[in-house]
């Protein structure tokens, strides 16, 4: 309840009302507490005047019914419960019918830990700067015509300077046909040196329906960015029109493995010659060439220690 504005209860009354309800051991706990606020009221009080003195007033009122309230609930509990804090007596209120015995037990228990303090919010770093690295492509974007005229004298503008931006945009994939057109020479005077045609270069997959490039794009995609063939395959029906079967791109992972099987000679040399070698034994289902329907356990991963 507020307390009257021009007159308070002085500090010693309140002492006083506190040492007549609260036994002397509970008494000593808080009486250093309210010796401080002593301290503070007498010096405060003469600079600050009634404001002060309301607000230690208030302070004294709440330690005061905080008190009580433990007493009544030390009472009801009984003495086992005077080790309890404050927390643990007000959570025994929300669990009906407890007995003594539940809560001398729960008196023998550790102290609750301090509630921790809510974390700071990190303050936000600001807008990211786009990489230098990355290709600039400017668009001037021209004031209207009604800008472009002095609103006082009819003249025209001029141009001082831009207000520049920038945002990160992409250039979509574009698929094409790439025509390859090879030179047939021969010889008009000598007809039995035949005809000369110039040399195809090396593919990954000879006369594949699809580029270099392409079988690259999906490996890295599977691999890399973890998508999977068959989400590859509606990608480029939806966006090239042509329709790859997840088959056939099967087909380019293998093929692109055997030619990295020098590659995984090397490792295997490499890993043969550390001094410590850990395999781990997690599965991993492996879908099978020959259609016999079960999938094969395969060990992937391998640990090593330098040597």
Known sequence: MPAPTNVFPSHVDLLEQLKAQLPESLFATVSGTFATYEKQLDTTSKQLGTTSNELQYARLKIQLLEEKLRLQRIAKYGPGSEKLSNLQLELLEFEPGVSNVEVAAESER?????????????????????????????????CTPEQCVCGNCSAETKVIGYEVSEVLDVKPAEYFVEVTKREKRACKKCEEQGVAMAPLPVRIIAK???????????????????????RQSVIFLRDAGIDISRATMCGWVMTVGELLTPVVGAMRRELLARSYIQADETTVDVQMHDRRGKNHQAYCVLRMRPP
Do not use: M
């Open 110 to 142: 550790d102290a609750l830990p301090p509630t921790p303090e809510k974390k700071k919010r990190r303050k936000h770093p600001g807008r990211q700067t786009l990489p230098a690295d990355l290709p600039r492509v400017e668009r001037v974007i021209a």
């Open 208 to 230: 594949s329906l699809v580029s270099d490039r392409i079988i690259i794009d999906t490996i890295v995609g599977k691999y890399a960015s973890h998508n999977p063939l068959y």
